[in-house]
């Protein structure tokens, strides 16, 4: 058998294919900087893809099908060494995301004017009603026939009915048939643009796509008698785009909500201490990203309120901060145990559009608790050009009942990965990690349980080429 020294090992490790996540609330690269705490000159690219299979019921039992669609970006980092002590790099992430769209036979997804029409009008609140009014015949002058208003009356809700009888007594003359048909028109004509509107959307689903871009600059000093010491930190640029469409009539008087989210960039910071000690092939590092806040605009259509058009009004959205611990040490001179830990308080964070607050008095997205997730692996080095590795994760999720634009409730997962070399300097790693997703409710922003998400899965896989030379 061949043996390796710790030192050797360090800079060959085989957990260099740090796999993204399918994690909670919008996370997505895991925000990993150890491209950054490489010795010597490094530089790689990653590309994943993250396939996920989410399905589930609404509350009528009918199936959303499979509303998780794929989703793949790229990631790179390239790392300097001034002189012993300073470093400077470049790391580029897709940090946040979403892509989500409902289908199938459930009620996220329009299913016409009349589904439409029906389910709003349903129930006896006495805000809405029903259908029959709007196809009464009203005479030029306003008024309209007793028999057509009492034929109405028949097929009005329990409420309305007894309104009517209350006020009229059954005898219903000329001024209360205008005034009857003149409320009608009132409270039909928001209804009726919401049932026009879902016609013409008729077998589209509620869907989103949230994408970021993060470009990551790090200067860091090393410090102490052997250098095992490091700090660094540097100025974060962060782009931003999104769109969100409520469609079905899970939503309400929201479907057919439309909203674009204006590209926007905005600066944040990360700071970061990493600790080395060769000899064992040890290195800790824990590193904070800030928040970071955009002040862009956003178009809206809400058909509810019989716009004509888009509303472009201004739009905040503060993307969260986030806390990671690496670490990594040897167990023997061919293997390392490495491990993840990362927190995101998601509790704080929500998507708030304008226009969709100010009518419905609700963000659209909000989580109930903050993220934590984990991951332990062990990486086993076969020879000078190939190693192995295995992991195990698990993801806390951002709270239960969640959200209808992305119901999971977190993960465990199971991880491989690979990697050769195949000349001392240059690299190429595979991996594939498996998810099993938790159990989820799913709300509406109303706090209204919109369905049940169970037995779902995916899986992610992604490559990596790295040059590294000390």
Same mark, same amino acid.
């Given at each position: 058998m061949t043996y390796f020294s710790y030192k050797t090992l360090t800079l060959a490790t085989l957990c260099g294919l740090s796999m993204t996540t399918y994690g909670a609330g919008l996370d997505r690269s895991g925000q990993d900087v150890t491209a950054f705490l490489q010795d010597g000159t490094y530089g790689e690219v990653v590309y994943t893809y993250i396939d996920a299979d989410v399905s589930g019921t609404d509350m009528n039992g009918g199936s959303t099908g499979d509303l998780a669609e794929a989703y793949d970006f790229a990631r790179f980092g390239v790392k300097a060494d001034i002189n012993d002590t300073f470093s400077v790099g470049v790391l580029y992430d897709e940090p946040w995301g979403a892509a989500v769209e409902h289908f199938g036979n459930s009620n996220f997804v329009s299913q016409g004017a009349d589904a439409t029409y029906s389910a709003l009008v349903a129930g006896?609140?006495?805000?809405?009603?029903?259908?029959?009014l709007s196809s009464l015949a009203v005479n030029p002058d306003g008024s309209i026939n007793d028999i057509e208003l009492e034929k109405a009356s028949k097929?009005?809700?329990?409420?309305?009915?007894?309104?009517?009888?209350? $006020?009229?007594?059954?005898?219903?003359?000329?001024?209360a048939a205008?005034?009857?048909?003149?409320?009608?028109?009132?409270?039909l004509a928001p209804v009726n643009q919401i049932s026009n509107t879902a016609e013409a959307q008729k077998g589209q689903g509620t869907n989103v796509e949230i994408r970021t871009q993060n470009a990551t600059f790090l200067l860091g000093a090393k410090f102490g008698q052997n250098k095992n010491f490091q700090i660094y930190g540097g100025p974060a640029l962060q782009r &931003?785009?999104?769109?969100?469409? &409520?469609r079905g009539t899970a939503y309400d008087r929201a479907t057919g909500y439309d909203a674009k989210i204006?590209?926007?960039?905005?600066?944040?910071?990360?700071?970061?201490?990493?600790?080395?000690?060769p000899e064992i092939a040890l290195k800790a590092s824990l590193t904070y990203r800030s928040d970071i806040e955009h002040k862009t605009d956003i178009a809206e259509v809400f058909p509810a309120l019989r716009q004509t058009g888009r509303q472009t009004q201004p739009f905040r959205v503060t993307l969260p901060e986030s806390y990671n611990l690496d670490f990594q040490t040897g167990v023997s001179p061919t293997m390392l145990l490495t491990a993840k830990v990362r927190y995101v308080p998601w509790s704080d964070f929500d998507i708030r559009p304008t226009l969709y607050t100010q009518t419905a008095k609700t963000p659209i997205i909000d989580y109930a608790k903050d993220q934590w997730s984990g991951e332990i692996g062990l990486g086993k080095k076969l020879s *000078?050009?190939?190693?192995?590795?295995?992991?195990?994760?698990?993801?806390?999720?951002?709270?239960?009942?969640?959200?209808?634009?992305?119901?999971?409730?977190?993960y465990y997962s199971l991880g491989l990965g690979a990697k050769y070399n195949f000349t001392p300097e240059w690299s190429v790693s595979a991996g594939a990690k498996y998810l099993k997703f938790? *159990?989820?409710?799913?709300?509406?922003?109303?706090?209204?349980?919109?369905?049940?998400?169970?037995?779902? *899965?995916?899986?992610?896989?992604?490559?990596?080429?790295?040059?590294?030379? $000390?």
């Open positions: 006896t609140n006495g805000q809405n009603i029903p259908r029959a097929r009005l809700g329990p409420i309305l009915q007894q309104q009517i009888l209350d $006020k009229q007594r059954i005898d219903v003359g000329e001024a205008q005034h009857l048909a003149s409320e009608a028109i009132k409270q &931003l785009n999104g769109e969100v469409h &409520l204006s590209t926007d960039h905005a600066l944040g910071w990360v700071a970061g201490v990493a600790y080395t000690k *000078d050009k190939v190693s192995v590795s295995g992991n195990i994760g698990y993801d806390s999720g951002a709270g239960n009942p969640i959200s209808t634009l992305g119901p999971i409730k977190g938790g *159990d989820a409710t799913a709300q509406l922003p109303t706090r209204t349980t919109a369905g049940q998400f169970k037995d779902n *899965d995916g899986y992610i896989v992604g490559v990596k080429l790295a040059y590294h030379k $000390k």
